[in-house]
C-alpha cells in the first residue's frame, strides 16, 4: 500500500480505502482501455455510482492519473531494487525488468510518460528511488543515468506502439544499445 511521511516522521497510507478501490478501478480500465478511455463517467459506470461521488475523492482526472503515475513508479522501484538485489551492478538484468513491466502494462507505462511528469504532487522521494538503482548502476554518472534511461525508454515506447518492423530483433538492438553507451 503506497504510505506518505507525516511531519513527525512516520508514515501513513496515502489513500483512503474508497480512493484505493477507486484507483484500482482506473487501473483496470487503464488497462483493458487505454489512456483515452479513463474518464472520470467510465470510472464511475465500472463502480456502479455516479461520477459526482468520485470527486469525495479524488478532485478531478488529472488526480486520479497522478495516482496511477505513483503506481507506475513504485512498481518500477520495486522492480529495479529487486533485480540489483540479485545482481548488483547488472545494466542487462535493469533494462531486462524494466522493459518486462513497461511492456506487462503499456497503457500504464503510456500513460505514465507521455506527458509532462507531475513532480510535485508525487510522493516525496518516488521519482528518484525509481532512478536509483539506475544511477547506481551507472556508477552515480547522472548524465550517462539518464542518457541510458532515455536509450530504455524510446526503445520501450516504440515497441509499445509497433514502430519496429516483424522480425526485428529488438533483444539484440538492447543489447547492442547498453553496449553503446556502457561499453
Do not use: N
Not at 28 to 53: F, H, N, Q, V, Y
Not at 66 to 80: D, I, M, N, P, S
Not at 130 to 141: E, F, I, K, Q, S
Request: with cysteine; hydrophobic share 45%.
Amino acid at each position: 500500500m503506497a504510505e506518505w511521511t507525516t511531519a513527525d516522521g512516520a508514515t501513513a497510507p496515502r489513500l483512503t480505502p474508497r480512493a484505493r478501490e477507486i484507483a484500482s478501478a482506473a487501473r483496470e480500465l487503464l488497462e483493458e482501455s487505454g489512456p483515452d478511455r479513463l474518464t472520470m463517467r467510465t470510472l464511475a459506470d465500472r463502480l456502479g455510482i455516479k461520477a459526482p461521488s468520485l470527486y469525495k475523492h479524488f478532485p478531478d482526472k488529472h488526480a486520479v492519473e497522478v495516482e496511477l503515475t505513483a503506481q507506475l513508479l513504485t512498481e518500477t522501484a520495486e522492480a529495479l531494487e529487486a533485480v540489483e538485489a540479485r545482481a548488483p551492478g547488472s545494466l542487462d538484468a535493469l533494462a531486462d525488468a524494466y522493459r518486462d513491466h513497461a511492456l506487462a502494462h503499456p497503457h500504464l507505462y503510456r500513460l505514465a510518460t507521455e506527458r509532462p511528469l507531475p513532480r510535485a504532487e508525487l510522493p516525496a522521494g518516488l521519482e528518484d528511488r525509481a532512478a536509483l538503482p539506475l544511477l547506481r548502476a551507472c556508477g552515480g554518472d547522472i548524465d550517462l543515468a539518464r542518457a541510458t534511461w532515455a536509450f530504455a525508454h524510446g526503445m520501450v515506447i516504440l515497441e509499445i506502439h509497433g514502430r519496429f518492423p516483424d522480425g526485428a530483433d529488438l533483444d539484440a538492438a538492447w543489447k547492442r544499445g547498453l553496449k553503446a553507451l556502457h561499453p
